[in-house]
């Protein structure tokens, strides 16, 4: 260990680290916790736990993690979950212009709108009768085990505002993603992989760009940021050591570096320093633990085959696959992006495209998690930024527009009952009408199943109480609940 005076020597050396390769290697995994830098904020009833503040949970929560498999671009809920015979009968006919005036139609403005009715069949499934697409049989399945939510709202209709509100409960960029909010509050569960991992995959028509934004931490520590994993290639950058590098230099470097941090932070008492530590030593432990994560080979072949993966292939079910192994290494928050589902034109094939890509090994993964015992403590949640509107958009065969009146999402485990049908639109699908949820409502029932009372968890910023679900009124979906 060096003296006080070699430390305060090596100050200029330790800028020049921290603005180099070394440096950046940190900021890239900036949102990773680590048991010895968070020792404070354990839980006291939770002593596994990493990181996470003081008191929370505020009671039993229901489910342990979250799973989030967002289908980006929108699905249309019309040939989803929500069948509408009078569309189907009105199919062609000119759409009612009661619905419309002074409504927001992304692109349809001043275009004359006609119905356009289901293009696929629907079934009844379950002992409840779920209707589900034929689209989605596979997803009919396990049509017992969630819970379709017809009557979805939000409030932007483009896509990448949209999907900042349905991350972080507002179209303000900037603001901390929903995983960071969990995992700021509760922390994470595995000393060994981030707490926030986000996982992508792409196969549809016209795959929207997501930010990295989407997962950041805004006002909150940077350590909280979702960690994405990468298709192809090494799944984190900057995790293996450069060429020439051996484990034993990389150690004496990571801990000369770490004393200089600490020494600065005893000045400064800045929590950026503080993830910077952390951030090197979970960067160490992850050059053995995400290999481990990556590598499939010790999954049966009928495992592999019911989900479809291929190992290294950055497929949704490889990623499906991944989650499920990610959750039961402790991670808290698996965010699954697939993106081509911004279906304007040509929806019957890209509708075949995308639920061929996600359909069975969706149902792989809740099938899998059961049969592991894992479903009941995991909320696995389904669903895009919006939906699609019942009229006609064609740009190479029948497509939809973008639409945030009325649109559905499911959610199943951790706390839900499976095998309902909440809420519903109106006889044209356009407006929620019954049990309306809002985005912020789903967000203050995810918190709910996690035990954390969303009017109660909040972060002082600007002078103002800041919560996930804001300061407009969010409300638990209790009926859902077990």
Known sequence: MMNLDQIQTSLNR?????????????????????????????????????????????FAPKAKRVIFLCMAGGPTHLETFDYKPKLAAMDGKPFPESYTKGQPIAQLQGKELKCQGPLTKFRKYGKNGQEISDFLPWTAKIADDICIIRSMVTEQINHDPAHTFLNTGTAISGRPSMGSWITYGL??????????????????????????????????????????????????????????????QQKELIETVQTLDRFRNQRVDNPEIETRIAAYEMAFKMQTSVPELMDLSGESKQTLEMYGAEPGSGTYATNCLLARRLAERGSRFIHLYHRGWDHHGGLIRYMNTCCGLTDKPTWALINDLKQRGMLDETLVIWGGEFGRTPMFQGKGGAGRDHHIKGFSMWMAGGGIKGGITYGATDE????????????????????????????????EFQGLDTRLTGVEEAHVIKNILT
């Open 14 to 58: 330790r800028t020049f680290l921290a603005n180099s390769g070394v440096g950046l290697g940190a900021a890239a995994l900036s949102s990773l916790l680590s048991g010895e830098s968070t020792a404070s904020a354990k839980s006291p009833s939770k002593p596994s736990l990493v990181g996470g503040l003081p008191g929370l949970p505020h």
């Open 187 to 248: 922390g994470s569960e595995t000393e060994e992989l981030p707490g926030f991992v986000v996982l992508t995959s792409v196969g549809g028509r016209n795959p929207q760009p997501i930010a990295s934004r989407q997962w950041g931490t805004g006002f909150l520590p940077s350590r909280y940021q979702g960690v994405q994993f990468n298709s192809t290639g090494d799944p984190v950058n900057y995790l293996k050591n450069p060429a020439g590098v051996s484990a034993r």
């Open 428 to 459: 044209l699908g356009y407006n929620s009408v019954e049990d309306i949820v809002n985005v912020r409502d789903l967000h203050a029932t995810m918190l709910h199943l996690l035990g954390i009372n969303h009017q109660r968890f909040s972060v």
